[in-house]
Nanobody, 125 residues
Framework: QVQLVESGGGLVQAGGSLRLSCAAS????????MGWFRQAPGKEREFAAT????????DYANSVKGRFTISRDNAKNAVYLQMNSLKPEDTAVYYC??????????????????WGQGTQVTVSS
């Protein structure tokens, strides 16, 4: 089992950058593929980025590709989301999530077993 705590959200102007962090508890963090999802006001939660358990494979939603970078440090039990060139439409609560997965990535909410509480990102125009 793993517990996840996000941090790093805040208010930023359009074009700016933020780096989200997700700290995980437990000794087996490297067994988990990780994902970042986001939920904008009045909308359903959507996939943003995912990374394999070793960190070698990543993928992104088209809406963030080229602007966001997901990474992880298994020695620190942490996953990150570097967000550059932020747009007002990136405003959302961002969640990290974990799934036990020896190989590959995770794209759907119902694949993930563990979720953090979320961190708010607000991008002003």
């Amino acid at each position: 089992q793993v517990q996840l705590v996000e941090s790093g959200g805040g208010l930023v102007q359009a074009g700016g950058s933020l780096r989200l962090s997700c700290a995980a508890s437990g000794r087996t963090f490297s067994n988990y593929a990780m994902g970042w999802f986001r939920q904008a006001p009045g909308k359903e939660r959507e996939f943003a980025a995912t990374i394999s358990r070793g960190g070698a494979i990543t993928d992104y939603a088209n809406s963030v590709k080229g602007r966001f970078t997901i990474s992880r440090d298994n020695a620190k039990n942490a996953v990150y989301l570097q967000m550059n060139s932020l747009k007002p439409e990136d405003t959302a609560v961002y969640y990290c999530a974990a799934v036990v997965r020896p190989y590959g990535l995770g794209y759907r909410e119902n694949e993930y077993n563990y979720w953090g509480q979320g961190t708010q990102v607000t991008v002003s125009s």
